[in-house]
């Protein structure tokens, strides 16, 4: 089946350190895009990808990083330097204008 | 610059009324306007999107939207609601002409259907 596949579904991580969420999608689409979502907040953009090998940031990069090496990935590691780490991460790509959300990483720093 | 707001943060009705979620949007140029669903835990689903064909969007699961330029709005309506409906739902807007569909989001409004 074709889709957005995150992993894991939950994550714990300790203060201080780095942690890399992954996002992985067989949908051939060229753009994909990382977002936070708070409760009451709605979903922020974080980064967001329009071809391989090329990245923008969003809203709220700081203490964020991403790659694009292949096509159908697009990683997320949340730095030390992210000040409140624990949210629910949503990765997506986009066909025409369309987007098309994986079921979301929960992070929480313990 | 674009933004979205979204009226109500919570929305109770009955089983069977009519359901109403309000949108308004502000773009520069003609915006893209989508409304996604999502349940806990899960990612966003989307049930309908304008992209400047009809004016009236009928979507998944008996819902439909209207957009209004004139009040810059894009309110989510179904004639009766089901018990499955209750859940959050987010507006999003996105600049289409640009090519990189930055889609914003409203912050949501949970919909809570009563028995």
């Known amino acids: ?110 | 610059a674009q933004s979205v707001t979204q009226l109500g943060s919570h929305v109770s009705v009955s089983e069977g009324a009519l359901v109403l979620l309000r949108c308004n949007y502000s773009s520069s140029v003609p915006p893209y306007l989508f409304w996604y669903v999502q349940y806990p835990n899960q990612g966003l689903q989307l049930l309908l999107k304008y992209t400047s064909a009809a004016t009236l969007v009928k979507g998944i699961n008996g819902f439909e939207a209207e957009f209004k330029k004139s009040e810059t709005s894009f309110h989510l309506t179904k004639p009766s609601a089901h018990m499955s409906d209750a859940a959050e739902y987010f507006c999003a807007v996105s600049d289409g002409t640009s090519g990189t569909y930055k889609y914003i989001f409203g912050t949501g409004t949970r919909l809570k259907v009563l028995a």
């Open chain 1, 1 to 110: 089946d074709g889709g957005i596949t995150q992993s894991p579904k939950y994550l714990f991580r300790k203060e201080g350190q780095n942690v890399t969420l992954s996002c992985e999608q067989n949908l051939n689409h060229d753009a994909m895009y990382w977002y936070r979502q708070d409760p009451g907040q709605g979903l922020r953009l974080i980064y967001y990808s329009q071809i391989v090998n090329d990245f923008q940031k969003g809203d709220i990069a700081e203490g964020y990083s991403v790659s694009r090496e292949k096509k159908e990935s697009f990683p997320l590691t949340v730095t030390s330097a992210q000040k409140n780490p624990t949210a629910f991460y949503l990765c997506a790509s986009r066909q025409g204008s369309e987007a098309f959300f994986g079921q979301g990483t929960r992070l929480t720093v313990v």
